[in-house]
């Protein structure tokens, strides 16, 4: 399994632009999630989703969207670039269920670091 | 307020120096408390979770305990892999979108 992946690793983005950040797990994980990490600032929850077609705000998701039409991908969208948005964003999924067997730990991937100027 | 603290921010150790890491929370309801290594410039990685005070998980030179308010993470006779940022999350009760708490960090380094 490659578990979770993302691309880009790297972007620089001009204010303005907009850019689809994109993440997949194998896995078979019903939630994803997306974060931003910046300094000293501990990870900050953005998006999330359940399962295919259902998605919810987190701590931060103002200037981001997010969409889920499969099990396996959940994008996060960047609308209207700003510096603010300069940080690196990881995605996460997890295994849960109504019942015994959930275990709740979240799988990470690498990270994209982003750079808006 | 559900929150996570961790301490120290920063801790520099000899390699064989053994210590302990600290995860201080409070949430209304504990359903899980997790222990995460991150490397500069990756993922975090998933190390423990532990689920009721009293539970204690090990993993090579790494073994993390729980009580009613913290947890610890203690290094024994570390060496200079074992350098990284530590992370504490905790998983509060209640909803069902099992949304992470997670504390700031600790940035360890092990010095030869």
């Known amino acids: 399994n490659a578990g979770v992946t993302q691309t880009p690793k790297f972007r620089i983005l001009k204010i303005g632009q907009s850019m689809t950040l994109q993440c997949a797990q194998d896995?078979?994980?019903?939630?994803m999630y997306w974060y931003r990490q910046d300094p000293g600032m501990g990870l900050k929850l953005i998006y999330y989703?359940?399962?295919?077609?259902?998605?919810d705000k987190g701590e931060v998701p103002n200037g981001y969207n997010v969409s889920r039409s499969t099990t396996e991908d959940f994008p996060l969208r960047l609308e209207l670039a700003a510096p603010s948005q300069t940080s690196v964003y990881f995605c996460?999924?997890?295994?849960?269920?109504?019942?015994?067997?959930?275990?709740?730990?979240?799988?990470f991937g690498p990270g994209t670091r982003l750079t808006v100027t | 307020e559900d929150q996570v603290t961790q301490s120290p921010e920063a801790l520099r150790l000899q390699e064989g120096e053994s210590s302990s890491l600290n995860c201080s929370y409070t949430?209304?309801?504990?359903?899980?408390l997790f222990w995460y290594r991150q490397d500069p410039g990756k993922g975090p990685e998933f190390l423990f979770t532990?689920?009721?005070a009293g539970e204690e998980k090990e993993k090579e030179r790494l073994k993390a305990t729980l009580t009613k308010k913290e947890s610890f993470l203690h290094i024994t006779a570390p060496k200079p892999e074992d350098s990284a940022t530590y992370l504490c999350?905790?998983?509060?009760?209640?909803?069902?979108?099992?949304?992470?708490?997670f504390g700031t960090g600790t940035l360890l380094a092990v010095q030869p």
């Open positions: 996460a999924s997890s295994y849960s269920f109504a019942g015994q067997g959930s275990s709740y730990e979240q799988y």
């Open positions: 896995m078979n994980h019903n939630y």
């Open positions: 989703s359940v399962g295919a077609g259902i998605t």
């Open positions: 949430v209304s309801g504990l359903r899980g």
């Open positions: 532990l689920y009721s």
């Open positions: 999350a905790v998983l509060p009760y209640g909803g069902a979108t099992n949304k992470l708490i």
